[in-house]
Structure formats: structure tokens, C-alpha cells
């Protein structure tokens, strides 16, 4: 069984930093694609970026591009989204996702595994 497990979120300033983490157990995937999303309270959950495990293009939401950048680490099966230049708007859970599949990676039907969330505080 394949489980996204996240970490790294809390509270940051405006124009701050975070950095998430997502260790994905079970088997490898792949050339499958990753992906990271969030969901704001009252907000449906949106994508923020994906790529593929084995490298490629990577991928991201209008709003993000330029200030969050997505990588992995293949030999620790983790996926990691650094966040800069945060703003009051980026505040939401963030969710990995994982698939199973060949997929460009963009919306929540590509994929089939889910963490649980992790919380991202901006504060202005």
C-alpha cells in the first residue's frame, strides 16, 4: 500500500519560507507522477505543483509559479515543495498526492494515493 506522509508546515511571515516534505512508503512508482495541493477553508482543494518521479517537466498552478519550486530525493522516496516569497493567500492544508499511473499530474483525478496534510500559516 502506498502512503503520502507529509511534514513541515507551521506558521511563516509574509514573504517568508517553508519547506514541505512528503515520504512516500510502499512500493516505488515510478515514472509516475507527484503532485502537491491545498485547500483554504470554504475552498475546494486546488492543484499547486507535480512532476514526475523520474524527472521531466515539472509543473505549476498559475498562482505559485516563481515562488514554489517542486523536487524529489528518488534514493528517500521524498517529494519536496519549497515555498518563498509566501503570502497571505498561500495559507491552506497541503496535500501530497501519489499515482499509479501515467499521468500529467495536474488535476486531483490523476492520482490515487493521498496524505493526510499538513498546515501552512501565513501571517501578514
Known amino acids: 500500500q502506498v502512503q503520502p506522509v507529509e511534514s513541515g508546515g507551521g506558521l511563516a511571515q509574509a514573504g517568508g519560507s517553508l519547506r514541505l516534505s512528503c515520504v512516500v512508503s510502499g512500493r516505488t512508482l515510478g515514472a509516475y507522477p507527484m503532485g502537491w495541493f491545498r485547500q483554504a477553508p470554504g475552498k475546494e482543494r486546488e492543484f499547486v505543483a507535480a512532476?514526475?518521479?523520474?524527472?521531466?517537466?515539472?509543473f505549476y498552478a498559475d498562482s505559485v509559479k516563481g515562488r514554489f519550486t517542486i523536487s524529489r530525493d528518488n534514493a528517500r522516496n521524498t517529494a519536496y515543495l519549497q515555498m518563498d516569497k509566501l503570502e497571505p493567500d498561500d495559507a491552506a492544508d497541503y496535500y501530497c498526492?501519489?499515482?499509479?499511473?501515467?499521468?500529467?499530474?495536474?488535476?486531483?483525478?490523476?492520482?490515487?494515493?493521498w496524505g493526510q496534510g499538513t498546515r501552512v500559516t501565513v501571517s501578514s
Open positions: 512532476m514526475s518521479w523520474r524527472g521531466g517537466p515539472t
Open positions: 498526492a501519489a499515482s499509479s499511473r501515467t499521468a500529467r499530474g495536474v488535476k486531483r483525478d490523476d492520482y490515487d494515493y
